[in-house]
């Protein structure tokens, strides 16, 4: 059975520093992509980032040069170093692993990223 176990969520001040992470039980994390998607308050959920199985990303044009995604396939574990954080950055973040194609795509429970002004 594939878990998702997401850590890192907190309030910070605007222009502060969180750095999420996300465990994954199974032996299907190596060789799927993993992302970060967050829904705010009233929004739709969007992807934040993702990585490759071979380590491509690919953001959000409102992250990009703020936030990184990385993966450590030793630990099955998918992280998000998020600095210089805005009030807008403000959601539930999920992280999700999605198989080739998405025919699969298994979910954490959210972690609450509080950015205030």
């Known amino acids: 059975q594939v878990q998702l176990v997401e850590s890192g969520g907190g309030l910070v001040q605007a222009g502060g520093s969180l750095r999420l992470s996300c465990v994954v039980s199974g032996n299907i994390f190596s060789m799927n992509t993993m992302a970060w998607h967050r829904q705010a308050p009233g929004k739709q959920r969007e992807l934040v980032a993702a990585i490759s199985a071979g380590s491509s990303v690919t953001y959000t044009d409102s992250v990009k040069g703020r936030f990184t995604i990385s993966r450590d396939n030793a630990k099955n574990t998918v992280f998000l170093q998020m600095n210089s954080l805005k009030p807008e950055d403000t959601a539930l973040y999920f992280c999700?692993?999605?198989?080739?194609?998405?025919?699969?795509?298994?979910w954490g429970q959210g972690t609450q990223v509080t950015v205030s002004s």
């Open positions: 999700a692993l999605h198989t080739v194609g998405a025919l699969t795509n298994y």
